[in-house]
């Protein structure tokens, strides 16, 4: 089990997050400040293929930045993201998690 004070220290900032995916467009992704680390939701309406394409996007962006999303149950980010617009994932830093 990994100690929430580990978790907090490999989370980067809101400002961080935002400054890596600054080319999407706004209105396609949300980002929170939650307990352990920024989250990040898709919130575009789109075709599935679409939503696809944009948290592929995401997904993208943030690892070029040394960010990625963390997903405790080891799934997918990208169908995740793609499967609801309230799935939020926090994003940490380094690689897979």
Known sequence: MTDPDDRAASSP???AVAHALRRLR???Y???AG???PLVSLTM???EAGRRNGAAKIVSLLADHGLRLDRADGAD???AL???DRTRLVVRRGGAG
Request: negative net charge; charged residues 30%; hydrophobic residues 25%.
């Open 82 to 84: 793609t499967a609801s």
């Open 13 to 15: 900032s809101v400002e």
């Open 26 to 28: 706004p209105d396609c």
């Open 77 to 79: 980010p990208v169908e």
């Open 35 to 37: 307990p352990t680390g």
């Open 45 to 47: 309406r789109a075709s």
């Open 30 to 32: 949300r980002i929170d």
